[in-house]
């Protein structure tokens, strides 16, 4: 009798299906670059309902100075006999010693399904002036120490929940909004006639209270030749940001506190300076006020392993294709595929309505016993559609104890795919892929004895 020939496809069966097992996956991409602009959408949307709730309520907040800012005329003499040419200055001074203390009254705001976490903050705010020394040189200057005024820089005036006395030497005086000039900040309340003449002190204090709403956080500046600032919250979930980190901190489940001390030769401008604008900014420190669970950014983080998940459970189907000489249609690797990235369309729905955890919970059991019930129906084998559940619940469960640990998310995840490919490269140790053909069964696998 004949040798029946195997054709090149038969010969080369296994080649094929993988290679349309990769296909399937690379067009499954396809969906999931939907599903995640649809996250991207949604935490659009988050970002415009926080601004929304911002705008009423105070944005973000940065406290800046107090800065005591002395005009004066500079008198030159012209190119020609006699002539005197004049300019408009003005210097800049900054306080020796700044002092904040504040609590954080934390809550949430809604809008529609979008939370935002604002705050009413209370401030007290102290310090002292040296008297301004001006070191003209050669040269003539007139100073206007009647218009000499305090800049306080506060971004949204809108936050500011009661009038603001500043007290200076002990004597109340009024602010006034809106700032002199660009030079220092872009918003905020201004001190005028601070000094009537010229200082005959060489010390002077300063100290007021500001109440200020706002949202998400709130920073300093540390325009102190030595700035101390220490707040107090009860939010439990808070980022300590900027240019500094406190020096001491405590957080809880009932809060946090935390100190700041920075000295004049940490940041990167003098206690004083001409007209010159000087990047106040870049100095800044303070703590932002984050959702206990960002639900848009863990649920983009899970994405990131869909392909993974994709990948493994289709080994499974082409394991047990191979392994029990069964066949799986194209179509019904590409409804179970289907079915994975539907997890994250219902992780992303359900986690708005309810807490993460539970909504992790909920999508992994209507997934799974979808995928599980659908393969039943394929393999018509209990045990086999056992195993596939099984890995699909493991799967699950490492991807949410990934989500969890952040710091460590790397190493486990290394961890987790060394453990899965060494697992498919043990199981798959006795197969003879040489011997699969389209021919008859007995051909299609070959066990090999060690």
């Known amino acids: 009798m004949t040798e029946k020939t195997l054709s090149f496809y038969e010969k ?75 300019s408009a200055h003005t210097a800049y001074f900054l306080p020796e010693m700044l002092k904040v203390d504040g609590k954080i009254n934390p809550e949430v705001r809604n809008r529609g399904l979008f939370k935002v976490a604002v705050y009413s903050s209370t401030l007290k705010v102290e ?79 300063f100290s007021f209270d500001i109440a200020l709403n706002g949202s998400r956080g709130i920073s300093f500046i540390p325009v102190g030749k030595e700035t101390n600032v220490s ?29 700041w001390k920075v000295l004049e030769l940490n940041r990167n401008y003098p206690q004083k300076w001409v007209d010159d604008k000087v990047n106040l900014e870049s100095s800044a420190f303070g703590v932002s006020l984050l959702l206990p669970i960002e639900t848009y950014q863990i649920t983009e983080r899970s994405m990131k392993y869909a392909i993974l998940f994709i990948a493994l459970t289709f080994m499974t189907f082409f ?17 179970v595929g289907f079915g994975l990235l539907l997890f994250y369309l219902l992780l992303l729905s359900l986690s708005e309505q309810m807490s993460f955890n539970m909504a992790y919970l909920i999508a992994t059991i209507g997934i799974v016993t979808m995928i599980t019930s659908y393969s039943y129906s394929i393999f018509k084998n209990t045990r086999l559609t056992t195993i596939l559940s099984s890995i699909l619940i493991l799967l699950y469960g490492f991807l949410f104890v990934l989500l969890q640990l952040q710091d460590y ?22 197969i003879n892929w040489y011997a699969i053909n389209g021919g008859k069964a007995d051909n299609e696998i070959t066990n090999t004895r060690e």
């Open 12 to 86: 080369n069966i296994v080649v094929f299906k993988v290679g349309a097992i990769g296909f399937l996956i690379l067009l499954l991409l396809i969906p999931m670059s939907m599903i995640d602009s649809l996250v991207m959408e949604r935490k659009a949307r988050q970002m415009e309902a926080a601004n929304e709730i911002s705008s009423k309520w105070g944005f973000e907040q940065k406290l800046t100075g107090p800065v005591l800012a002395v005009p004066y005329m500079l008198i030159e003499p012209g190119q020609k006999q006699g002539e005197v040419i004049t």
């Open 409 to 430: 998310a790397l190493l486990m995840g290394s961890i987790g795919l060394f453990l899965i490919l060494s697992s498919v490269m043990y199981l798959s140790r006795k």
């Open 127 to 205: 310090g002292n002036f040296k008297a301004p020394i001006f070191n003209q040189g050669n040269k003539q200057i007139v100073i206007n120490w009647k218009e000499a005024y305090i800049t306080i820089g506060i971004p949204d005036l809108r936050g500011i929940r009661e009038n603001i006395n500043f007290n200076w030497n002990d004597k109340s005086m009024t602010c006034e909004p809106g700032v002199k000039s660009n030079e220092i900040v872009e918003s905020g309340v201004t001190v005028n006639n601070i000094l009537t003449e010229a200082p005959n002190e060489a010390d002077y204090k």
């Open 231 to 259: 707040i107090a919250s009860t939010w439990a979930n808070p980022s300590f940001d900027g240019s500094f980190l406190p020096y001491e901190r405590h957080i809880s489940e009932k809060g946090f506190d935390a100190k």
């Open 319 to 335: 394991f047990v294709e191979v392994l029990r000489k069964m066949r799986v249609h194209p179509i019904q690797y590409v409804l």
